[in-house]
């Protein structure tokens, strides 16, 4: 098989849906990770038992290749992952070519790992725990449009083991998620429009938005900083607002004043 990478041009291949992937990280003992395809559908999928499959890891601008053998019997060992940046998201792309043939007939692109505590959940915001080497937590958004993609929140892995454990910590909910919400509301006040764009990250962020009681199309002028900076802020306070960050703040005030939560 020729060359893939993580940017091959898939026009005109089948699309599988990255339902059917169950894949799965875990740190290798010796300071790096490895990973494995738990589960793969491939019935469902509608595939051939002898199509091949190949995965391309990748991880801000590192990437690694592996070739899997069939979708009927793939390799389940764990592959290891150490060339790949820590201080980047890393996601899956999935290829799919017939036995002997290297045209490619389909691909799944943007596939996440499961963590330890099970499924990523269907949220806005992903959590990732990695190693930050020294930093705690850092904010990763989707580049260029980036249709489908979420915001990633990259979390030091000896703090926050597993994605729930940050998302259910109290100080985590004060200190980070804000912030979060400030960087991504700043990303919808410089443009409101890709609101209502599908093909762009922001689009599912527009009944959030409405859910605050803010307006998802507001017009803001593009060098109007300061109306920006005031919208986002207004965003934050709202989000700050909802019950489970009011509870997160209640139990964090407790926790420095010696009280049980």
């Known amino acids: ?4 990478t993580r940017t091959t041009n898939p026009t ?4 599988i849906d990255k339902k059917n992937f169950i894949v799965r990280v875990k740190d290798d003992g010796l300071g790096g990770r490895v990973f494995w395809i738990d589960y793969f559908n491939y019935l469902s999928a509608k595939l051939d038992a002898t199509v091949q499959i190949s995965c391309i890891a990748h991880a801000g601008n590192t990437e690694e290749s592996f070739d899997l053998g069939s979708v009927s019997d793939f390799n389940k060992e764990p592959l290891s992952l150490r060339t790949l940046a820590t201080d980047k998201p890393l996601k899956f792309r999935f290829i799919f070519n017939n ?3 290297s045209l490619l007939i389909g691909y799944t692109d943007g596939v996440r790992a499961l963590d330890e505590a099970g499924k990523l959940g ?3 915001v992903d959590i990732e725990p990695t190693s930050l080497h020294g930093v705690a937590w850092k904010l990763v958004l989707p580049e260029g449009t980036g249709a489908g993609e979420k915001p990633n929140v990259l979390v030091e892995k000896s703090l926050f083991p597993t994605a729930v454990s940050a998302a ?3 100080w985590f909910g004060v200190l980070v998620m804000p912030e979060v919400m400030r960087q991504i509301a700043m990303s919808i006040a410089e443009n409101p429009s890709a609101l209502d764009d599908s093909e762009s ?5 527009a009944d959030f938005i409405s859910s605050l009681d803010m307006e998802p199309s507001v017009e803001l002028e593009e060098d109007d900083t300061i109306a ?3 919208w986002a802020d207004e965003v934050v306070h709202k989000f700050a ?3 489970i960050f009011r509870h997160h703040m209640s139990n964090a005030l407790a926790e420095m004043n010696g009280e049980k939560s």
């Open 1 to 4: 098989m020729g060359q893939i």
């Open 12 to 15: 005109g291949l089948r699309q």
């Open 99 to 101: 036995p002997g043939e």
């Open 122 to 124: 269907s949220s806005l």
């Open 168 to 170: 259910g910590h109290p």
């Open 201 to 205: 990250w922001l689009a599912p962020w």
């Open 228 to 230: 920006q900076i005031a």
């Open 241 to 243: 607002g909802k019950g």
